[in-house]
C-alpha cells in the first residue's frame, strides 16, 4: 500500500501488515487533481499550481494535526501511468480499496461544494459511486466543507445520511455486518449513483459484497453483469433477481445496472421458518444460469412465476417472485418477461404440488439483449390480491385478478351445473359456482369423469386453470377406464393443458389406463411432434418410455403411419428404431401391415433391417397379406428377399399389370 507523507508530500509503499496507522481521504475528482506523477517532481511538474493541490495540502495538514504522519489519497497514490498490460497496481487498488477505507483510522469526507451541515443532502459526494464504499467501510469518518470545517462525525450525522442514501443506521455504525442485508438491498444503495466510466458503476461495489474480479475497461454493461456471476459464487441470496426496469429487454435474468434495484430496497432475505433452502448449487456457464426455483404455473401457456427465498419487509409470510417463461414448454430453458414489475406470492394458500422446485436454465446475458415482443398477456399488478374461494383466500388467476366475494348461498349445489360449465367453456360461470361455500370439484361424472378431466379434453387453459388453483383439486384423478386427465389433454394435443398439468409435482406423466395406453402413446399415435418434444423433455417420461404394452412412442407413430414424428423419433439417439413390444411387433413390421409405405423406407434409411419380423412373419409377409403393393415394392428395392410363393405372386401381378 502507498501512503503520503503528510508533512513532505512525499509517498512511500509498505508491505502487508507493515502500514501505520493512517488518515484516508473521500472526496469527489474536480479538474486538476494531483496525480502520483505529479508528486515525483513537484518542482517540474508545476504540480503545485494545480488547483487540485489546494485539497493534496489541506488533507495532509488536516491528517498532521490529528496526529497522522500517513494519508491515503487516491488521487496521487495509485500510480496510473503504468504501462504493465495488466495495469496490477490499478487492478490491485480497486480490489482492495473497500479494505484500505475499512483499515484507515479515520476517514476525512471533504464536501467540496458545501458550506453548512443543511446542504449536505444535495451535495454530489452522495451521487458518486465510489463514495458509497467509502461511507460504509470505515469505522470513524468525518464530513468536512468546502473549507475544510467540520460538519459532524459519521455518528453525530447517522440520521440525515441513513435517509439520504437509505443504508440503514445499524450499518453506517458497524452495529450490524453487509451480509446480514440482502443482496438487493446493498444494490438498492448504489441506485442513482454516477461514476466518469460506465465499467466503475460495477467495480466501485467489489466491496460491498466482498468479491472481486478482473478488471475489463471497455466492456461497458457487461461489467456489472460479471459482477453479479461473481456474486452468485460467493452467495445463494435469490434476491439478486427481485429487480424491475422499465427497458423493453424482456429475457434477462441478471440486472444491467444497479439501477434495476431502485425498487428493492426492502427486498430482505426470508425470516428463519419462512425461508425455502436451495436445493442444487447455481452454475454459470456458457448456456446461462441455472438454478432451481419453485415454479408456480398461470393461466397462460408457458407463464409462470419462479418464486424467490426472500419477501418484502413487513409482508414476511409472503415472497417475492419474478415472471418468467418457458421457452420451448420443456421446463428446461427460461427467460424472464414483463421485467416492470415483481410479484408477491403467499405460498401458504397452495398446496406444495403445485409450485415444483425445477431446475431452470436462464439463456445467457451476453446473448440475451435481443428486443422480445410484447406478450398477449396481463399480469396482475399486484399478487398480494387475493380471492375468497370456499372461506379462505386463494389465487385466482396471475393473468387477470378481480375479488369475488363469497355467495351468502349455502344450499346444496348441483353438480351437473358445474359440469355445465366446463363443458360451454363458460368460465364466469365457473368462477361464480366455485365461490359457494360447499362445493366439490372432484365428482365424477360419466365413467367416473371428472370436471378436469373435461377441461383437459376441451382444452380450455382458463377453465383447467380455475380448477387446478384450488386446494382439493385431483390433478391425477383416474376414470373408469385409468385414464387423467392429462391423458385426455394428450389425446386431444392440448399443448397448454399438458404444459399446465406437467407443471405440478401430483401428475404421474407415464401413468397407463386400462388399454396399457400413456399420454405419450395418444400424443404419438396423433402424430403431435411438438406435443411428444414437450412430453419426451420430461426425464420421467424418459425413464419410463414403454406403455403398459411394451410399446415406444415410435411404434405407435409408425403403425398410425405419422411421417414427421417417426423422422422426430429416429433422430433421437436413444431410440431403439427395431425394438419389438410385448407382442412381439416391431415399428417397421407395424408400419407394413398398415400400408405406410413412406414409414417403411424411412425406418430402413435408418438401418433398419429389411427382414426385420414380428413373432417370425416378415414385413414383406404382413405387406403382402394386407395388399399393401406399395410397401412390398418398396422392400424389394431395399433388397428384402421375397419367400418364393410371394415372389411367385408378386411375378404374376407384375405380368399383369405389363400385358396393359
Same mark, same amino acid.
Given at each position: 500500500?502507498?501512503?503520503?507523507?503528510?508533512?513532505?508530500?512525499?509517498?512511500?509503499?509498505?508491505?502487508?501488515?507493515?502500514?501505520?496507522?493512517?488518515?484516508?481521504?473521500?472526496?469527489?475528482?474536480?479538474?486538476?487533481?494531483?496525480?502520483?506523477?505529479?508528486?515525483?517532481?513537484?518542482?517540474?511538474?508545476?504540480?503545485?499550481?494545480?488547483?487540485?493541490?489546494?485539497?493534496?495540502?489541506?488533507?495532509?495538514?488536516?491528517?498532521?494535526?490529528?496526529?497522522?504522519?500517513?494519508?491515503?489519497?487516491?488521487?496521487?497514490?495509485?500510480?496510473?501511468?503504468?504501462?504493465?498490460?495488466?495495469?496490477?497496481?490499478?487492478?490491485?487498488?480497486?480490489?482492495?480499496?473497500?479494505?484500505?477505507?475499512?483499515?484507515?483510522?479515520?476517514?476525512?469526507?471533504?464536501?467540496?461544494?458545501?458550506?453548512?451541515?443543511?446542504?449536505?443532502?444535495?451535495?454530489?459526494?452522495?451521487?458518486?459511486?465510489?463514495?458509497?464504499?467509502?461511507?460504509?467501510?470505515?469505522?470513524?469518518?468525518?464530513?468536512?466543507?468546502?473549507?475544510?470545517?467540520?460538519?459532524?462525525?459519521?455518528?453525530?450525522?447517522?440520521?440525515?445520511?441513513?435517509?439520504?442514501?437509505?443504508?440503514?443506521?445499524?450499518?453506517?455504525?458497524?452495529?450490524?455486518?453487509?451480509?446480514?442485508?440482502?443482496?438487493?438491498?446493498?444494490?438498492?444503495?448504489?441506485?442513482?449513483?454516477?461514476?466518469?466510466?460506465?465499467?466503475?458503476?460495477?467495480?466501485?461495489?467489489?466491496?460491498?459484497?466482498?468479491?472481486?474480479?478482473?478488471?475489463?475497461?471497455?466492456?461497458?454493461?457487461?461489467?456489472?453483469?460479471?459482477?453479479?456471476?461473481?456474486?452468485?459464487?460467493?452467495?445463494?441470496?435469490?434476491?439478486?433477481?427481485?429487480?424491475?426496469?422499465?427497458?423493453?429487454?424482456?429475457?434477462?435474468?441478471?440486472?444491467?445496472?444497479?439501477?434495476?434495484?431502485?425498487?428493492?430496497?426492502?427486498?430482505?432475505?426470508?425470516?428463519?421458518?419462512?425461508?425455502?433452502?436451495?436445493?442444487?448449487?447455481?452454475?454459470?456457464?456458457?448456456?446461462?444460469?441455472?438454478?432451481?426455483?419453485?415454479?408456480?404455473?398461470?393461466?397462460?401457456?408457458?407463464?409462470?412465476?419462479?418464486?424467490?427465498?426472500?419477501?418484502?419487509?413487513?409482508?414476511?409470510?409472503?415472497?417475492?417472485?419474478?415472471?418468467?417463461?418457458?421457452?420451448?414448454?420443456?421446463?428446461?430453458?427460461?427467460?424472464?418477461?414483463?421485467?416492470?414489475?415483481?410479484?408477491?406470492?403467499?405460498?401458504?394458500?397452495?398446496?406444495?404440488?403445485?409450485?415444483?422446485?425445477?431446475?431452470?436454465?436462464?439463456?445467457?446475458?451476453?446473448?440475451?439483449?435481443?428486443?422480445?415482443?410484447?406478450?398477449?398477456?396481463?399480469?396482475?399488478?399486484?399478487?398480494?390480491?387475493?380471492?375468497?374461494?370456499?372461506?379462505?383466500?386463494?389465487?385466482?388467476?396471475?393473468?387477470?385478478?378481480?375479488?369475488?366475494?363469497?355467495?351468502?348461498?349455502?344450499?346444496?349445489?348441483?353438480?351437473?351445473?358445474?359440469?355445465?360449465?366446463?363443458?360451454?367453456?363458460?368460465?364466469?360461470?365457473?368462477?361464480?359456482?366455485?365461490?359457494?361455500?360447499?362445493?366439490?370439484?372432484?365428482?365424477?361424472?360419466?365413467? #367416473?369423469? $371428472?370436471?378436469?378431466?373435461? *377441461? &383437459?379434453?376441451? %382444452?380450455?387453459?382458463? !377453465?383447467?386453470? =380455475? +380448477?387446478?388453483?384450488?386446494?382439493?383439486?385431483?390433478?391425477?384423478?383416474?376414470?373408469?377406464?385409468?385414464?387423467?386427465?392429462?391423458?385426455?389433454?394428450?389425446?386431444?394435443?392440448?399443448?397448454?393443458?399438458?404444459?399446465?398439468?406437467?407443471?405440478?409435482?401430483?401428475?404421474?406423466?407415464?401413468?397407463?389406463?386400462?388399454?396399457?395406453?400413456?399420454?405419450?402413446?395418444?400424443?404419438?399415435?396423433?402424430?403431435?411432434?411438438?406435443?411428444?418434444?414437450?412430453?419426451?423433455?420430461?426425464?420421467?417420461?424418459?425413464?419410463?418410455?414403454?406403455?403398459?404394452?411394451?410399446?415406444?412412442?415410435?411404434?405407435?407413430?409408425?403403425?398410425?403411419?405419422?411421417?414427421?414424428?417417426?423422422?422426430?423419433?429416429?433422430?433421437?439417439?436413444?431410440?431403439?428404431?427395431?425394438?419389438?413390444?410385448?407382442? #412381439?411387433? $416391431?415399428?417397421?413390421?407395424? *408400419? &407394413?401391415?398398415? %400400408?405406410?409405405?413412406? !414409414?417403411?423406407? =424411412? +425406418?430402413?434409411?435408418?438401418?433398419?433391417?429389411?427382414?426385420?419380423?414380428?413373432?417370425?412373419?416378415?414385413?414383406?409377409?404382413?405387406?403382402?397379406?394386407?395388399?399393401?403393393?406399395?410397401?412390398?415394392?418398396?422392400?424389394?428395392?431395399?433388397?428384402?428377399?421375397?419367400?418364393?410363393?410371394?415372389?411367385?405372386?408378386?411375378?404374376?401381378?407384375?405380368?399383369?399389370?405389363?400385358?396393359?
Amino acid at each position: 500500500m502507498r501512503l503520503l507523507h503528510t508533512l513532505t508530500f512525499e509517498t512511500r509503499t509498505f508491505p502487508d501488515g507493515e502500514t501505520p496507522p493512517y488518515a484516508i481521504l473521500s472526496h469527489t475528482w474536480e479538474e486538476e487533481e494531483v496525480t502520483y506523477a505529479d508528486l515525483q517532481d513537484l518542482q517540474g511538474t508545476h504540480a503545485t499550481e494545480k488547483k487540485g493541490f489546494e485539497k493534496i495540502r489541506s488533507s495532509c495538514y488536516t491528517a498532521n494535526t490529528n496526529g497522522f504522519d500517513y494519508i491515503w489519497i487516491d488521487t496521487c497514490c495509485i500510480d496510473k501511468t503504468s504501462r504493465n498490460a495488466d495495469l496490477t497496481e490499478i487492478v490491485g487498488a480497486i480490489n482492495s480499496m473497500y479494505r484500505w477505507y475499512g483499515e484507515a483510522t479515520i476517514c476525512y469526507a471533504y464536501l467540496a461544494d458545501i458550506v453548512s451541515r443543511d446542504e449536505m443532502e444535495g451535495s454530489r459526494w452522495f451521487t458518486r459511486g465510489w463514495t458509497l464504499q467509502e461511507l460504509i467501510a470505515p469505522r470513524n469518518m468525518v464530513f468536512l466543507n468546502k473549507h475544510w470545517k467540520v460538519l459532524g462525525t459519521k455518528s453525530e450525522l447517522r440520521n440525515e445520511i441513513s435517509k439520504r442514501t437509505r443504508i440503514p443506521v445499524d450499518i453506517l455504525m458497524g452495529k450490524m455486518d453487509l451480509e446480514q442485508t440482502s443482496v438487493a438491498q446493498r444494490m438498492a444503495w448504489a441506485v442513482g449513483r454516477q461514476t466518469s466510466r460506465m465499467e466503475d458503476r460495477a467495480y466501485s461495489l467489489l466491496g460491498i459484497f466482498g468479491v472481486s474480479m478482473p478488471l475489463l475497461y471497455g466492456e461497458g454493461q457487461m461489467a456489472f453483469i460479471r459482477l453479479q456471476e461473481e456474486i452468485m459464487k460467493a452467495t445463494e441470496d435469490e434476491s439478486l433477481f427481485a429487480w424491475t426496469s422499465r427497458s423493453d429487454i424482456h429475457n434477462r435474468l441478471l440486472a444491467a445496472s444497479p439501477d434495476d434495484f431502485n425498487e428493492s430496497s426492502d427486498v430482505i432475505r426470508k425470516p428463519e421458518g419462512y425461508s425455502m433452502t436451495p436445493k442444487s448449487p447455481w452454475d454459470v456457464s456458457n448456456r446461462g444460469v441455472r438454478l432451481e426455483l419453485p415454479f408456480l404455473a398461470t393461466s397462460e401457456c408457458g407463464i409462470g412465476l419462479a418464486i424467490l427465498n426472500c419477501t418484502r419487509r413487513g409482508k414476511e409470510s409472503q415472497s417475492v417472485a419474478i415472471y418468467i417463461r418457458d421457452i420451448f414448454l420443456t421446463f428446461e430453458r427460461f427467460q424472464r418477461i414483463d421485467c416492470k414489475r415483481l410479484a408477491l406470492v403467499d405460498l401458504s394458500l397452495f398446496r406444495p404440488n403445485q409450485y415444483p422446485s425445477r431446475l431452470m436454465t436462464f439463456q445467457h446475458q451476453r446473448v440475451a439483449s435481443a428486443r422480445m415482443p410484447d406478450l398477449n398477456w396481463k399480469p396482475c399488478p399486484d399478487l398480494s390480491l387475493y380471492l375468497q374461494l370456499n372461506a379462505r383466500s386463494e389465487v385466482l388467476s396471475m393473468g387477470v385478478v378481480a375479488p369475488i366475494p363469497q355467495s351468502p348461498r349455502l344450499k346444496f349445489i348441483d353438480h351437473k351445473r358445474l359440469l355445465h360449465a366446463v363443458e360451454t367453456e363458460n368460465a364466469g360461470q365457473l368462477l361464480d359456482l366455485l365461490s359457494y361455500v360447499n362445493v366439490k370439484v372432484n365428482p365424477t361424472y360419466n365413467e #367416473g369423469r $371428472t370436471l378436469l378431466s373435461y *377441461a &383437459a379434453e376441451k %382444452g380450455n387453459m382458463e !377453465i383447467a386453470w =380455475l +380448477l387446478l388453483s384450488r386446494r382439493d383439486i385431483r390433478a391425477d384423478k383416474e376414470d373408469d377406464q385409468g385414464r387423467t386427465p392429462l391423458s385426455y389433454a394428450a389425446e386431444a394435443g392440448h399443448i397448454n393443458i399438458v404444459w399446465l398439468l406437467l407443471s405440478r409435482s401430483d401428475v404421474n406423466v407415464s401413468s397407463n389406463d386400462a388399454s396399457g395406453s400413456t399420454p405419450l402413446s395418444y400424443a404419438a399415435r396423433s402424430g403431435n411432434v411438438p406435443l411428444t418434444k414437450i412430453l419426451l423433455s420430461q426425464s420421467e417420461i424418459r425413464r419410463h418410455i414403454k406403455d403398459g404394452n411394451g410399446r415406444t412412442p415410435l411404434s405407435h407413430a409408425a403403425e398410425c403411419g405419422r411421417h414427421d414424428l417417426v423422422r422426430m423419433l429416429l433422430d433421437m439417439s436413444d431410440i431403439d428404431a427395431d425394438e419389438p413390444c410385448k407382442s #412381439g411387433q $416391431t415399428p417397421i413390421c407395424l *408400419a &407394413a401391415a398398415n %400400408g405406410h409405405a413412406n !414409414i417403411v423406407d =424411412l +425406418l430402413i434409411t435408418h438401418g433398419v433391417d429389411v427382414y426385420s419380423s414380428s413373432n417370425g412373419i416378415s414385413a414383406a409377409k404382413l405387406a403382402a397379406d394386407h395388399g399393401h403393393l406399395e410397401v412390398e415394392n418398396v422392400l424389394i428395392k431395399r433388397g428384402a428377399y421375397l419367400p418364393p410363393d410371394l415372389a411367385r405372386v408378386h411375378a404374376l401381378r407384375d405380368s399383369f399389370f405389363m400385358s396393359y
